[in-house]
């Protein structure tokens, strides 16, 4: 017997009878009530058909969730936030599973173990799924404290460049109002003639921490997206002193998403299938295996110099095959449609306007 019968483990309700006698039916439904109390009113599910209503998790921290931020068609100024039952699948509303829920998700980060374990009930739940056609995924984060960008991070991209791999991280930054979501326009600018893809891994901070350890520095990420690190070499390259800031943080240049999928939802993020496409086309193709520096690797070296925040993104850096360096550069045009994808997390796409 375990010292701790609530947080022992309680069968679902679809085991309920097979077998049991009936004393042990009444101690499991007893248990079972009394650790769905203990979560709270407000995020309680009655479904008693529900496998594994309540979990345990703030130990294990074992959460294998996809969390999205949206709108409704009903209510297209309120933003929510959700969790995907698997990828491109419909989408929980966790506002209306648990009221006392941020409706951001950068609040809801900021929460930690309680509001995961929470959205962690709502999916073994099931209730509240919405279908796509009745939403509009956006940012799986916006506004963040810091956009955090990585240069010259993958070995195939410095061959490509003919340039040094770099002994210590390379970070500049994007401005947040550069953020869009995943299947939102990107604004080609009027004065620039010279605008690139850049398919990245994405992370999120998703616990406060200063000086972290790189042993340590995976406890303080929520999860991994793609993103797409929009780029106007003109500006980046040959204006503004040649810094990279102007060039890279042009309104709707920083497309991410499609959700925030946990950590330990990924076999390995280091070792995930990296591409982009441009009408169809593949122009890069490469693998995470090929990072210069790991999440680990910049969690810590980036938080010697400021503290991370919850929600805080970091964009790791592209493979080889950008516009720039093809021979001849080969730049996006309006109406071009640009789909960054890796594996298990998803796909943005985003069309040129």
Not at 137 to 160: A, F, W
Not at 248 to 253: G, I, R, V
Not at 340 to 353: Q, S
Request: hydrophobic share 40%; with cysteine; net charge positive.
């Amino acid at each position: 017997p375990t010292a701790d019968p609530i947080h022992a483990a309680v069968p679902c309700a679809r085991c309920w009878g097979n077998g049991l006698s009936v004393k042990m039916q009444a101690v499991t439904k007893a248990t079972a009530i009394l650790r769905l109390a203990r979560a709270g009113p407000r995020s309680t599910c009655l479904n008693l058909t529900c496998p594994h209503q309540v979990r345990h998790l703030s130990k294990s921290r074992s959460w294998r969730m996809r969390l999205v931020q949206f709108l409704t068609v009903a209510d297209p100024c309120g933003m929510r936030v959700g969790v995907q039952q698997k990828e491109a699948g419909k989408v929980i509303d966790l506002n209306l599973f648990d009221s006392s829920l941020p409706r951001t998700m950068k609040e809801f980060l900021e929460k930690g173990d309680v509001a995961m374990e929470t959205a962690r009930r709502a999916l073994d739940c099931g209730n509240n799924a919405l279908c796509h056609s009745a939403i509009e995924l956006l940012s799986p984060v916006t506004n963040p404290d810091k956009v955090v960008c990585v240069g010259m991070n993958y070995m195939d991209h410095c061959l490509e460049q003919n340039v040094a791999i770099p002994k210590e991280p390379v970070i500049f930054s994007k401005f947040g109002s550069s953020i869009v979501g995943p299947y939102s326009d990107i604004i080609h600018p009027t004065d620039s003639n010279e605008v690139d893809w850049e398919v990245e891994l994405a992370f999120v901070i998703g616990k406060k921490g200063k000086h972290i350890k790189k042993e340590a520095a995976m406890e303080h990420v929520a999860g991994f997206m793609v993103a797409n690190d929009v780029s106007a070499r003109d500006w980046q390259m040959k204006r503004n002193g040649k810094q990279w800031l102007l060039g890279k943080t042009f309104d709707t240049f920083c497309p991410l998403g499609p959700a925030i999928v946990t950590r330990d939802a990924l076999s390995d993020p280091h070792n995930l299938g990296i591409r982009c496409r441009v009408n169809g086309q593949i122009m890069q193709e490469s693998n995470t295996s090929q990072l210069v520096f790991k999440t680990e690797q910049l969690v810590a070296w980036v938080s010697q110099f400021v503290t991370l925040s919850p929600g805080d993104v970091f964009l790791t850096g592209t493979p080889s095959g950008v516009g720039v360096f093809r021979k001849p550069p080969k730049f996006l045009k309006r109406g071009d449609i640009v789909e960054c994808e890796i594996d298990e997390i998803g796909t943005l796409r985003n069309v040129i306007n």
